[in-house]
């Protein structure tokens, strides 16, 4: 059994929904067939298993991609089902709701103060009014005013105990109004709360908005329905951009004096004024050398000469150019050389072979690496 960090979740937990639905295998849901494989090799038998995980658990279970993973999660959105939800976004209106609570309780002591300080304010300037009235009576009263003085000397007393009642009220006014503003200084500086609608509008702000599911450009129904256009293979991107950058190098100078170019898709030669020689037909195509080259068709390889004629037989299944008279050639998983006859001139016995230089070839055989003589045929271990 393969390797796996999967771990089935809390079986303690209950997801929403039908619970018949719940309990029924994940067959009923119509999974492809290699997706139900690698989630009942993890003991996701029933449909509430696959419920109580969350998307990235899925992800450790091996051969599950991102396709097998929307294919869960479409079948289950066709049911009425879901996979289970990180907590985090309802923890956070929550916490959102509580600091909206006691913001709005914050706002009502302090409101509260206020209106004691008004109320006390009006008690004071209702006093000081009521002294000065009780001051005016009794200064009607006294002999020394009475009716019969100047109406000048009246005035100026009333003038004057007026004043004084007024001085007296707006010191006291101050005092109360110096002693609260100390009292409220003395008093720890609360951090400004935002108002209960902004703070609820900040909340909601923050929780994360819902994501429509995608991958590589297109929705999750491109792994379902058949109708959405398939991007291109990688083998296709790649064969157009090996076109583009062979279109766009200069030719090489080439001692035999042709040159290989690659059109709609297939290698000819052409020599080095543009005029072609060899009409592009093989699937790939190596430079001559010593007079003829390795050229692929079928997926076999085979040699021609430079006019095009096959001289020897394209049965290989790889080959290298010639050098120093001899080519590395491979049939049916073994190497071997041979001459430009096609001659088998060293048997296929070899694991690998590489070209000869200065006579010399590096050779594999039974596993074990070593320099081959062209001469000879001798092996020396490296």
């Known amino acids: 059994m393969a390797k796996t960090n999967f771990v089935k979740p809390n079986q303690d937990y209950m997801p929403e929904g039908d619970v018949s639905l719940l309990q029924k295998n994940i067959e009923e849901l119509g999974l492809s067939e290699y997706t ?22 899925l992800y450790k279970i091996p ?5 097998n993973v929307f294919e869960v999660l479409k079948k289950l959105q066709n049911v009425g089902l879901d996979f289970k939800r990180s907590p985090i976004a309802a923890t956070t209106a929550e916490d959102g709701q509580q600091e909206v609570s006691k913001n709005n309780g914050n706002v009502q002591t302090e409101k509260k103060e206020k209106n004691n300080f008004n109320d006390k304010q009006n008690k004071n300037n209702k ?3 009521n002294k000065a009235q009780d001051n ?17 000397k009246k005035t100026n007393f009333e003038t004057k105990a007026t004043a004084n009642n007024k001085h007296n009220s707006d010191n006291k006014n101050n005092n109360n109004k110096q002693n609260f503003d100390n009292k409220k200084q003395n008093q720890p500086q609360k951090a400004a709360k935002p108002e ?31 109708s959405v256009p398939a991007k291109k293979t990688l083998k296709q991107e790649r064969e157009e ?49 010593e007079g003829l080259a390795c050229v692929e068709l079928n997926e076999r390889c085979g040699y021609i000469n430079k006019q095009g004629e096959i001289v020897i037989p394209i049965q290989y299944d790889t080959a290298c150019s010639f050098s120093e008279g001899l080519a590395s050639v491979t049939k049916d998983d073994k190497c071997g050389y041979i001459d430009k006859e096609g001659n088998v001139v060293f048997d296929f016995i070899y694991e690998a072979a590489t ?5 010399i070839a590096i050779v594999k055989k039974d596993g074990k690496w070593g320099y081959m003589d062209r001469k000879t045929g001798e092996i020396r271990l490296r």
């Open 241 to 289: 951009k090996i076109a583009k950058a062979i279109k766009d190098l200069p030719p090489i100078k080439n001692p035999d004096g042709l040159y290989k170019f690659y059109r709609h898709g297939k290698w000819g030669y052409k020599t080095e004024s543009g005029k072609v020689v060899i009409e592009p037909t093989f699937t790939e195509a190596f430079n001559f050398r």
């Open 136 to 152: 005016n009576k009794n200064t009607n009263n006294n002999p020394k005013f009475e009716k019969g003085k100047k109406e000048d």
């Open 127 to 129: 006093g000081a009014v």
């Open 36 to 57: 139900l494989k690698k989630l009942k090799g993890v003991e996701i038998d029933k449909i509430i298993d696959l419920c109580r995980c969350q998307m990235k658990h």
């Open 355 to 359: 070209s000869f230089e200065n006579d």
């Open 63 to 67: 051969g599950i991609n991102k396709k």
């Open 196 to 226: 209960p609608v902004k703070q609820a509008q900040e909340v909601q702000k923050s929780q994360p908005e819902p994501k429509r599911l995608k991958v590589n450009s297109y929705d999750i129904d491109s792994f379902i329905n058949d």
